[in-house]
């Protein structure tokens, strides 16, 4: 059982479309990340969010943190073929500052 | 820089039999953390070293499981009589601290046949 539950769990749509995900828990987290996962390689870092309310800006992505830093969204403007990949949340929890919990994961394919 | 290596990348082995998987940190990093991550699923922790000493082996599944890191910096991660159900890939991830970013290898596909 997972701690932060994505969704959707598959998610494909036509390039220059926008495209939210999600990631919920009833847990209070003290930082949310999101990373990246390709085929064959391990998780990249795309961002992490500390506070509650927090808002983070990366080119065409836009990550939130809710206020009560139990959930977090990513959305994507524009989405671009590059974007294709698995898209993981993961957080720490404030009793285990080292312990990374991961959701399952959401496969987004962006179609040219 | 070199990135978290971890050999070999693919391993294929029969049930019960013994595998040792591989990981090489980032130079420098005293923290170094395994992960597995199943089919359809977010990796899940394995166990948590700083330096030579494993500070959180709360994630390894049974006493099967087994991870060293003697010099505080190459891991291996140790699993004796396999079972179909360890197939997996399994991540290692290495920080400057416990507090700092994980950096995670490419990790190693474990199949049990």
């Known amino acids: 059982t997972q701690l932060l539950e994505q969704s959707p769990q598959f998610l494909s749509i036509q390039e220059g479309e926008n495209l939210t995900v999600y990631c919920n828990s009833s847990?209070?987290?003290?930082?949310l990340q999101w990373y990246r996962q390709e085929p064959g390689e391990g998780p990249v870092l795309l961002v992490t969010v500390v506070t509650g309310g927090e808002v983070k800006k990366l080119k065409r992505l836009t990550f939130q943190f809710g206020d009560a830093r139990k959930d977090s969204s990513l959305h994507i403007t524009a989405a671009q073929p590059g974007d294709t990949g698995l898209y993981l949340c993961a957080g720490y929890q404030a009793s285990n500052d080292y312990k990374l919990s991961f959701g399952a994961g959401t496969t987004v394919t962006v179609r040219a | 820089g070199a990135g978290v290596s971890q050999t070999p990348s693919n391993k294929v082995t029969e049930k019960g039999k013994y595998v040792e998987l591989r990981c090489d940190p980032i130079?420098?990093?005293?923290?170094l953390y395994w992960y597995r991550q199943s089919l359809g699923q977010g990796p899940e922790f394995l166990i948590y070293f700083q330096g030579t000493g494993a500070a959180d082996d709360s994630g390894l599944p049974n006493d099967r499981f087994f991870a060293v890191r003697p010099e505080g910096s190459v891991s291996t991660l140790k699993i004796q009589r396999t079972e179909r159900g360890d197939s997996a890939v399994y991540l290692c991830?290495?920080?400057?601290?416990?507090?700092?970013?994980?950096?995670f290898g490419p990790g190693t596909r474990l199949t049990v046949l």
């Open positions: 991830a290495s920080s400057l601290t416990r507090r700092d970013t994980q950096y």
């Open positions: 130079s420098g990093h005293t923290a």
């Open positions: 847990s209070v987290f003290s930082s």
